[in-house]
């Protein structure tokens, strides 16, 4: 894959978060259902979810499905959220853990940081830090969290042992790990695979079920269990071309081709 594709990506998500900042609509950057209207309630988040968060925060949302319904969060817990965009994910964990809990959000993109303190003081937030860093060089101490959560993101990293050696690091024993991911179903062409366009799109860079678990299993999770959520139909996929506007590869795509090859998935696994 193209050696400056975190270039690519912090522009292509730099770009959408200018234009959710100014316009307060967002260009999907993954998965399908993200796509739908989550302030009314969407295919990810339902409405409990979504209750206290600014349009601002909710139109940011670029997620696959919804970490926090997996992660089972309690009072307290100090919560990790791996490339967090607008906020989303961090914001909604923050209700869980209250006061005397913490949620950092991780991401590499100046403009989706500023975009997310920008959410962060308007609704006067104070359990939600922003951190500057990759996550495969996470700017945290070994086992210093109790969950991390993830949308959409570890697909976009393009060395995923790095990445969740880093999740593992930075968990405490007994922590857990519940994300939200784009895995591959079944074999596509490798003009889509092979795509930086598609890379950035969330999409050339989802591994297969079994791939996802091996990663996991390297690095030392255990209970591993990989979950597809919502199918990437070809409809999806067309709206998701509709909507795209800076990655326009979408549109040029075989949506035959692409029927059920996709899906938003939950992942969870545990450091014992
Ligand atoms: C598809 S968006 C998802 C944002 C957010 N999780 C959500 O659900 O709205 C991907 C985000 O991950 C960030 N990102 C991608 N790769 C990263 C990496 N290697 N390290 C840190 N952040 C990364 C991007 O800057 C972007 O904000």
Redesign the pocket.
Known sequence: MDSNI?GK??SY?GGIAKEVGSTTKASC??GASCCGDVSKESAIYTKEYLEGLTDDVVN????CANPVVLAGLKAGEIVLDL????G??AFISSKYVGDKGKVYG????DE?LELANKNKAKMGIDNVEFLK????AIPLEDESIDVII????IN??EDKEDALREAYRVLKKGGRLAIADIVQLKDVPDEITESAEMWVG?IAGALKPDEYRQVLEKVGFTGIEITPEIIYTKEIIKSIAEQKDSVDAYGRLDAELLDGAFAGAHVKAYKE
């Open positions: 975190k990506i912090k998500y950057g993954c940011a949302s670029l997620g490339g967090s965009g607008g989303i994910d991780l991401d590499m993109t989706m860093g990759y996550i495969e993830s949308n959409c993101v976009l990293c969330c």
